[in-house]
């Protein structure tokens, strides 16, 4: 059974950077494709990036584009979320979920796609 543990959460100010870690365990990460979503407190959960099994697409949720960069390395099964020139609006707790069964060069960033999900870390724009 894969098992997700995130981490690199923490408070940043605005403008700041973290980069999230992903790591499976379990299985060979390259079985599947994953996502990271978000959850700000009441919000809903939402998709913030996808990065398809042989890292050939990526997709992202508007309001990060040009901030915000995934990234895998399936030898180490590691997934990675750069995230730059943040804002208070990109607080919350950030998951990272993995769709098994996916075609290799495609992602989605419905969650209802995903099989698998970690416990979250948090993140916290604010000065």
């Known amino acids: 059974q894969l098992q997700l543990v995130e981490s690199g959460g923490g408070l940043v100010q605005p403008g700041g950077s973290l980069r999230l870690s992903c790591a499976a365990s379990g299985s060979a990460l390259d079985y599947y494709a994953i996502g990271w979503f978000r959850q700000a407190p009441g919000k809903e959960r939402e998709g913030v990036s996808c990065?398809?099994?042989?890292?050939?697409?990526?997709l992202y949720k508007d309001s990060v584009k040009g901030r915000f960069t995934i990234s895998r390395d399936n030898a180490k099964n590691m997934v990675y979320l750069q995230m730059n020139s943040l804002k208070p609006e990109d607080t919350g707790v950030y998951y990272c979920?993995?769709?098994?069964?996916?075609?290799?060069?495609?992602?989605?960033?419905?969650?209802?796609?995903?099989?698998?999900r970690g416990q979250g870390t948090q993140v916290t724009v604010s000065s």
């Open positions: 990065i398809s099994r042989n890292s050939g697409s990526s």
């Open positions: 979920a993995a769709d098994q069964g996916r075609f290799r060069g495609v992602c989605v960033m419905t969650l209802g796609s995903y099989d698998y």
